[in-house]
């Protein structure tokens, strides 16, 4: 019965394991698996060590290891009892006064179990927090010192009042580099039993921008429609034009092939089901790659500065990315 009951736990886990998602199926469980962030990792490898450590504020962008790095903060430390001393909290679902006066005071009182001497509380994306529940943070994290540390992590400091940074030691994360990109898509490839090319991987870096788990996000979409993945995949999926398209309908602007160059961005954008605001930040990066003087390059990326500002505040997106190749054939003409 014992041997069943085993087998039967293992088949749950396996399933669990096949249907779950690979974001947190690849999450990192020690510092040795974290990508990227070395700096960052010694540090707080060493206050681990001495099992003390200050505030920290974790800041950067989104999907480059911030809430993972505290997960392993708390599993390092705290070992097997890491839930009971680790308290997370999603500033944007939970943003108001309450949450810090209730929920955070609460378990912050409490000592910690274990051996060391303090609690975390882990306030995820807390740049989403009100000022009045920051000011209230502020306070509380001055009067449960002695029982709980605090991790914040947030996308923009700049967003979190001065009395809080000033209270925590702050580490700026930064997008993952494409060797450590290319690591973990192997790895998951290598577990999952698909294939990618490196086209299919340089397509992947393209589109995630150093973001590992939209990355994972597009791979496991990906996987599910089929084994061998290509750069045609990861763009259709990622919703994102090939750099190529994107070049080719500049290009033509740029000879002074105005109805082409519409018509062929009409039909990208038609294809990827793109909508204005992502089309033009492809142009923008695209431009660099066009054979044309540098000091036009600039000018051409400020004219694409002007266009999507005219679109965010409410301008017709076609209008605009007409007015905007526009430029590129009045930039040929003046030759």
């Known amino acids: 019965m014992e041997e069943e009951s085993k087998a039967s736990e293992e088949n749950t886990s396996d399933n669990a394991s096949k249907h779950s998602m690979w974001v947190e199926k690849y999450r990192p469980?020690?510092?040795?698996?974290?990508?990227?962030?070395?700096?960052?990792l010694t540090k707080v490898k060493a206050f681990i060590s001495q099992k003390n450590m200050p505030h920290l504020m974790f800041a950067g962008p989104a999907g480059v290891g911030k809430s993972t790095t505290a997960l392993v903060i708390a599993r390092e430390l705290f070992g097997e009892q890491w839930r009971e001393n680790f308290l997370e909290l999603n500033a944007s679902d939970e943003r108001g006064i309450d949450v810090v006066r209730t929920k955070v005071k609460d378990f912050a009182r409490t000592r910690a179990m274990g051996n060391v001497p303090f609690k975390i509380i882990f306030l995820d994306e807390c740049d989403a927090l009100t000022k009045e529940a920051q000011q209230a943070l502020r306070r509380t994290m001055e009067?449960?010192?002695?029982?709980?540390?605090?991790?914040?992590?947030?996308?923009?400091?700049?967003?979190?009042?001065?009395?809080?940074?000033?209270?925590?030691?702050?580490f700026r994360f930064k997008p993952l580099e494409k060797e450590q990109m290319f690591e973990i898509f192997d790895k998951i490839a290598k577990e999952e039993k698909?294939?990618?090319?490196k086209s299919g991987k340089e397509a992947l870096y393209i589109c995630s921008e150093g973001d590992c788990r939209k990355a994972e996000n597009i791979l496991q979409s990906c996987a599910a429609v089929a084994t061998k993945i290509t750069e045609d995949e990861i763009y259709s999926l990622a919703?994102?034009?090939?750099?190529?398209?994107?070049?080719?309908?500049?290009?033509?602007?740029?000879q002074n092939k105005f109805i082409p160059a519409r018509e062929k961005l009409l039909e990208t954008m038609l294809k990827y089901g793109l909508s204005g605001s992502d089309i033009i930040k492809q142009i923008q990066k695209e431009v660099w790659n066009l054979q044309i003087a540098?000091?036009?390059?600039?000018?051409?990326?400020?004219?694409?500065?002007?266009?999507?500002?005219r679109m965010t505040e409410g301008s017709d997106e076609f209008l605009q990315l007409e007015a905007l190749?526009?430029?590129?054939?009045?930039?040929?003409?003046?030759?």
């Open 194 to 197: 698909i294939q990618i090319d």
């Open 143 to 170: 009067n449960y010192t002695q029982t709980t540390r605090f991790v914040l992590s947030c996308n923009y400091s700049s967003k979190i009042i001065d009395p809080i940074q000033s209270r925590c030691t702050v």
């Open 239 to 254: 919703s994102v034009a090939k750099p190529k398209e994107v070049n080719e309908f500049l290009n033509l602007a740029l």
């Open 29 to 40: 469980k020690a510092f040795a698996d974290i990508k990227g962030q070395k700096d960052i």
């Open 325 to 335: 190749l526009a430029q590129f054939t009045l930039h040929a003409m003046k030759k």
């Open 294 to 309: 540098d000091p036009e390059k600039v000018r051409l990326v400020d004219k694409c500065g002007e266009i999507e500002f």
